[in-house]
């Protein structure tokens, strides 16, 4: 048996991780090559996500190339 796996692929802009080729928060390019991730569920009282400027909740890649 054969899975199709999706790979999930991080924005070069806004570390926002999504399947797309294009992410559906800015609209960049997104890449497969990216480390670790965060998730923020409540990004108005996040520590991390007022560090790296998270504006709405969701995945966010820690690094991306
Ligand atoms: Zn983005």
Redesign the pocket.
């Known amino acids: 048996m054969t899975l199709a796996v999706k790979i999930p692929k991080a924005?070069r802009?806004?570390s926002?991780i999504s399947d797309e080729d294009k992410?559906p928060?800015?609209?960049?390019e997104t890449s497969k090559d990216w480390q670790g991730y965060v998730v923020v569920v409540d990004h108005g009282h996040s520590e991390i996500a007022r560090k790296m400027g998270i504006t709405s909740n969701g995945k966010y890649a820690l690094r991306v190339r």
């Open positions: 924005c802009h806004c926002f992410c928060r800015c609209g960049n």
